[in-house]
């Protein structure tokens, strides 16, 4: 039980790392849009914003989804939120975890299968400069990776709940 949770923190802990390299990559992204404009005001362009926009956009928007996952903080509709029913409180969660694990497991799979192709095939972004297009893929794969790994992780959490349903399940009690 040791290991499991250790194994817990410590993913933990490489999503938040991973959302801080996207805050990062949304910095970058401001200071070389602010610095090309700027210099365009001189006729100065700077070559490759557009190109390493896209790179790093990508990298910003794959690997803070496990944190968002992992905070609750994405978009829920609730349509059937008004009924109490304990059972229907669970299938509404229970439901879109399976469905999630499965989308994105089989989209984690398709994507590494992409990123050797690109690794394999020397793809480029074209444009002004030429970047190597691996790098946004291997944040995808990555990132669906790790959203993947923290669904699994909910889904658990939920199979707990339908076994022990009152049982408070806390982050001490899922690892």
């Known amino acids: 039980m040791e290991t499991i949770r250790a194994a817990k923190n410590a993913f933990d ?17 401001m200071l070389l849009n ?9 006729e100065v362009p700077v070559y490759g914003v557009f190109e390493s926009n896209g790179l790093l956009v990508g ?6 989804l496990a944190m968002v996952q992992y905070d609750k903080k994405h978009v829920k509709v609730d349509i059937l939120g008004r009924y109490k029913w304990k059972w229907l409180s669970y299938v509404r969660s229970f439901v879109p975890t399976v469905v999630g694990v499965m989308f994105f497991g089989w989209l984690t799979y398709i994507c590494w299968g992409k990123l050797f192709e690109a690794i394999a095939a020397h793809e480029i972004i074209q444009g002004a400069v030429h970047f190597p297009l691996w790098p946004l893929k291997a944040a995808f794969a990555f990132g ?6 923290q669904l699994i ?7 707990r709940k339908w076994i022990r349903p009152s049982a408070e399940i806390t982050d001490e009690a899922i690892s």
Request: hydrophobic share 70%; proline share 0%.
């Open 13 to 29: 802990k490489l999503i938040k790392v991973c959302a801080i390299i996207s805050t990062i990559a949304i910095v970058i992204i």
């Open 153 to 159: 992780i909910d889904l658990i959490a939920e199979i």
């Open 144 to 149: 669906m990776l790790l959203l993947t790994i």
């Open 34 to 42: 602010v610095a090309d404009t700027l210099l365009r005001w001189f």
């Open 59 to 64: 990298i910003n928007l794959f690997l803070g």
